[in-house]
């Protein structure tokens, strides 16, 4: 039974990420401080599929200019994930599969690779919601968490937990997902080009509480998952986005 619909399972750990239950809520990662603030551009327009490439390939440079920093400090080896973009609004990859009406990405863990598929339609509405810059992250924010340890330390706790407690580690993981994509957010908020120019931060982490629904992913109650991204927003910190030792009231 996997854990995540947004996560594929079968993951191989590497020999010095941390495991066990002390990778879930005593990692490393959390006591290596916050994310640097990285210069990030981005594209103006968006109606052709090249122009959502280089706006995807941008974003994976920013993302790497903050997270690798951090885990030299949590002395947790770093791999470059592979992204692949697609055009269109037919998922499928690692068992995911179905039809997105907007942007949207899966995480495959055995492979290290970030899938994002870029409907048109979705591709014209990214200068009002930047779900693109959004999925590119999210992904990311899980490549971080099976680099970690933490990913496979939860699909662990997932296997062995009853009914009940299978949906709170599953909750647990998509809060933390969340509020790591946002402390990348917040590193980058103050050089983004439309999007920090035409929306405030509020309206954006909006966004990504609500997004990734196309699916049927549940992410969670939203005033709950608001409340990770504002978190990992104003601290850029993974120390802030402990879900794992959070109170059972704040991820569900």
């Not at 490393?28 to 103006?44: F, M, N, Q, S």
């Not at 990311?140 to 296997?159: E, M, R, V």
Request: glycine share 6%.
């Amino acid at each position: 039974m996997t854990l995540i619909l947004n996560v594929a399972m079968a993951v191989s750990l590497m020999a010095s990420a941390p495991t066990g239950p002390g990778a879930l809520t005593k990692n490393p990662i959390y006591k290596a401080g916050a994310l640097p603030a990285v210069t990030c551009t981005e594209e103006t327009h968006f109606a052709d599929f090249g122009t959502a490439q280089r706006q995807a390939e941008n974003v994976m440079t920013c993302l790497e200019q903050a997270w690798r920093p951090l885990l030299a400090k949590a002395k947790i080896p770093f791999k470059r994930p592979t992204l692949v973009l697609k055009d269109g609004d037919r998922v499928k990859a690692c068992g995911v599969s179905g039809t997105t009406y907007e942007t949207t990405s899966v995480y495959c863990p055995k492979s290290k690779t970030i899938y994002v598929w870029s409907p048109v339609r979705s591709r014209k509405d990214e200068l009002d919601r930047p779900t693109l810059l959004l999925s590119v992250a999210r992904g990311y924010a899980y490549h971080i968490q099976q680099l970690t340890g933490i990913f496979p330390a939860a699909q662990k706790a997932f296997d062995k937990a009853p009914k009940r407690g299978k949906k709170d580690v599953s909750l647990r993981l998509e809060m933390q997902t969340t509020c790591l994509t946002a402390a990348f957010l917040g590193s980058v908020w103050d050089s983004l080009g439309h999007t920090a120019e035409d929306h405030n931060p509020d309206y954006v982490r909006y966004v990504l509480v609500n997004m990734h629904h196309a699916l049927g992913f549940y992410n969670g109650k939203p005033d709950n998952a608001e409340y990770w991204a504002e978190r990992g927003f104003n601290t850029r910190s993974p120390g802030a986005c402990k879900t794992f030792s959070a109170p059972a009231k704040r991820v569900s």
